[in-house]
């Protein structure tokens, strides 16, 4: 799922929610902001596009497609993209925009995927697996589901961004949660992610047998330079996001269930 920018005015902090993460109460509003936003539609999403280079004929995953502007992107490019999301409401908003020539499963990141392995050529993972606790199960099911050889495009919370949100700032070795609430027309809806240090992400990728091909710290698109002049400006001098791009070693005897711990 894609995040909604950190721009103060839309964020508070949390006092103890009652059900966190629930897109589907707040869909449409979201998915409206993040079309034309500096954070998703200026930056992460460049990024991610920058990253996946040609994707012609490419069979991709959209891993956490919210309402589906990163599969558009990708199927506009010529990629073969199946999206999946745990919110039912974001893949009604996903169909609408993509129609039916791509395939949308309602999946839990945190449950196995409902797909062969070696099924695609890469996955994309937008802004989602910070909300996941514990990597280990999903990156083991995204690494089955990619033929040897092929990509996971990842992007996250910058480590350094999330260790400074909490005061007293909490321990950076350890894997903690913070919680803010998003708010769309004076209504608060609770949101739960979890940091964890840089090296846990590195070592949570080469355990579930990818190889460390390219990490990025890429700077906003300069379109939005005059759309976004603070915003810009800020963006261009501070980190946010932190970009993975992870291989599947390629197999000499075919075998994608063959895990490869660099």
């Given at each position: ?13 949390s006092a103890e ?99 062969d392995d070696g ?141 490869v711990v660099s």
């Amino acid at each position: 799922m894609e995040r909604l920018t950190d721009a103060p005015e839309s964020l508070a902090r949390s006092a103890e929610p009652a059900r966190v993460n629930d897109y589907d109460s707040f869909a449409e509003a979201y998915s409206a902001e993040n079309e034309k936003n500096l954070l998703n539609a200026y930056y992460e999403r460049p990024g991610m596009l920058a990253l996946a280079g040609d994707v012609t004929d490419r069979r991709i995953l959209d891993a956490g497609c919210g309402s589906g502007s990163l599969s558009a992107a990708l199927r506009d490019r010529g990629a073969v993209v199946t999206g999946i999301d745990a919110s039912a409401g974001m893949l009604a908003l996903a169909r609408r925009r993509l129609g039916d020539d791509v395939p949308l499963h309602l999946v839990d990141l945190s449950e196995p995927l409902p797909f062969d392995d070696g099924a695609f050529d890469d996955v994309v993972a937008s802004l989602v697996l910070h909300y996941l606790e514990d990597w280990g199960p999903t990156l083991a099911e995204l690494r089955r589901v990619l033929r040897p050889g092929g990509r996971l495009i990842a992007s996250v919370d910058h480590p350094f961004v999330a260790y400074t949100i909490q005061d007293p700032r909490p321990d950076y070795s350890a894997t903690t949660s913070y919680s803010f609430d998003w708010t769309f027309d004076g209504q608060s809806f609770p949101m739960k992610f979890w940091r964890r240090p840089l090296h846990a992400m590195t070592d949570a990728f080469t355990t579930a047998g990818f190889q460390l091909s390219a990490i990025s710290e890429p700077q906003p698109d300069p379109a939005a330079r005059e759309l976004f002049p603070d915003g810009f400006h800020a963006l261009s001098t501070k980190t946010c996001f932190l970009f993975f791009v992870l291989e599947v070693p390629p197999s000499a005897t075919g075998c994608n269930e063959c895990v490869v711990v660099s």
